[in-house]
């Protein structure tokens, strides 16, 4: 079983702001990076650290954290959004070992 | 811009150990403060961490597979390595090989390879 709990399915209309979370006790002290995949296609990290995009994300993503819950917010979401997102951390034993959430499947309606 | 590149049979039989390697082109995979990591999908199912290596050589891997994985590095060729023994059809993926960041409190992976399917069967 996974230490990152994440919902597995949230549908969003196109052009609305939807929010994907993602809870565990290592959330407390670690931060979580966020991956957008697609479709027979590898992940692509969209979010690190307490709010940090990659070049060539759009800016529409965005993250957030509080308490045991980290968040990736798409503001604005497009077509192009729909995809499985998933969230990674630490383990909360303090052995900093990988850790990812279940994932959860964006609709764009 | 680094890139990374999975190669290795795409067929394992049960029971045999499943090996596959990482090519690491665009720079030095002993430059900077990265490690290297192995990470796996089922058909159909969510990301799986498997284990990291530095390339001082020390490793992490996840519980639930230490007993069967070896992860190593050889900086000459600028590869790194997956070793997964005793495989059964519940180790049959899509497994991919990630450069790893970790800043404080921070840890990410970017980037990632394009992924190999390896399916063990007879």
């Known amino acids: 079983s996974s230490e990152l709990t994440q919902d597995p399915a949230v549908s969003v209309a196109l052009g609305q702001t939807v929010r994907i979370t993602c809870q ?4 407390r002290s670690y931060y979580a990076s966020w991956y957008q995949q697609k479709p027979g296609q ?3 990290l969209v979010i690190y650290g307490k709010n940090n995009r990659p070049s060539g994300i759009p800016d529409r993503f965005s993250g957030s954290s509080s308490g045991n819950t980290a968040s990736l917010t798409i503001t604005g979401a497009q077509a192009e959004d729909e995809a499985d997102y998933y969230c990674n951390s630490r383990d909360s034993s303090g052995n900093h070992l990988g850790v990812f959430g279940g ?3 964006l609709t764009v309606l | 811009q680094v890139q990374l590149q999975e190669s290795g049979p795409g067929l394992v039989k049960p029971s045999q ?3 596959l390697t990482c090519t690491v082109s665009g720079g030095s995979i002993s430059s900077g403060s990265y490690y290297w990591s192995w ?5 159909g199912k969510g990301l799986e961490w498997i284990g990291r290596i530095y390339t001082s050589g020390s490793t992490n891997y996840n519980p639930s597979l230490k007993s069967r994985v070896t992860i190593s590095v050889d900086t000459s060729k600028n590869q790194f390595s997956l ?3 005793s495989v059964t059809a519940a180790d049959t993926a899509v497994y991919y090989c990630a450069r790893g ?3 404080g409190a921070t840890s990410w992976f970017d980037p990632w390879g394009q992924g190999t399917l ?5």
């Open chain 1, 24 to 27: 565990g006790d290592s959330l």
């Open chain 2, 83 to 85: 070793k997964l023994s």
């Open chain 2, 17 to 19: 150990t499943l090996s």
């Open chain 1, 103 to 105: 994932g959860t499947k």
């Open chain 2, 101 to 103: 960041s970790i800043v």
């Open chain 2, 118 to 122: 390896v399916t063990v069967s007879s």
């Open chain 2, 39 to 43: 990470i796996r999908q089922p058909a």
């Open chain 1, 42 to 44: 590898a992940p692509v």
